[in-house]
């Protein structure tokens, strides 16, 4: 499974390349835009094809997603500790983060699967994830009930160690955003 986390701030014709990695197989897209009002995140979503709304998943904003027929809702670890995932439970998809290999395998059926980051040096927020060792964590992994998404750092020349060390998909943000080519970096990394 491979999964694309959209920028913070706007990228140059952002939904037609997020309309462009659907038809390239993408699996599923997270929209992260916490500068944006309710009103700037519809106006967002209607400039991706309706034909990938079921593969779309909210990070806030979780009131647009009747509108748009958006069952996957993502929860951060401050908001999964607070218990605000518990009234969309059961009749969404939701997903969290988590930053170390104890807390997800603590995690709860209800978890379609977890962010586990960062994996390798972030590509997108420069200094962090430099000491992290999330990548020999994974070995240490004993809940197969949820799915471990590895996040942090990665793109063509090291997706292929993240499915070799047990994750269930990769999390793609920097690689896909700081390229030229978004659409061709993502082919890349969905061939390998």
């Known amino acids: 499974m491979i999964l694309v986390i959209t920028p913070e701030k706007a990228v140059p014709n952002e939904t037609e390349i ?8 993408l ?9 944006l009002n309710g009103e700037e995140i519809k106006n967002f979503i209607s400039g991706i094809e309706e034909k990938y709304y ?3 998943v909210l990070h806030g904003s979780y009131d647009w ?4 027929h958006i069952s996957r809702l993502h929860f951060r670890e401050n908001d999964r500790n607070n218990g605000m995932y518990k009234p969309y439970a059961g009749q969404n998809m939701i997903s969290t ?8 395998n603590a995690l709860g059926q ?5 962010f586990f980051s960062p994996v390798f040096p972030s590509i997108s927020k420069k200094g962090y994830g430099e000491t992290s ?4 964590d994974m070995k240490h992994r004993a809940h197969h009930q949820v799915k471990l998404i590895a996040l942090g750092g990665i793109n063509e020349s090291n997706i292929r160690k993240v499915f070799e060390n047990g994750a269930d998909g ?9 390229s030229n080519e978004p659409v061709s970096t993502f082919k890349k990394c969905r061939n390998i």
Do not use: C
């Open 18 to 25: 997020i309309n462009e990695l659907f038809q390239e197989g």
């Open 27 to 35: 699996d599923l897209l997270h929209i992260r835009k916490p500068m």
């Open 54 to 56: 079921s593969k779309l």
């Open 65 to 68: 997603a009747g509108d748009y």
């Open 97 to 104: 983060s988590v930053h170390d290999i104890e807390t997800f």
């Open 110 to 114: 209800e978890w379609e699967y977890a």
């Open 133 to 136: 060792n999330v990548l020999n």
């Open 170 to 178: 990769a999390a793609l943000l920097g690689a896909v955003w700081e």
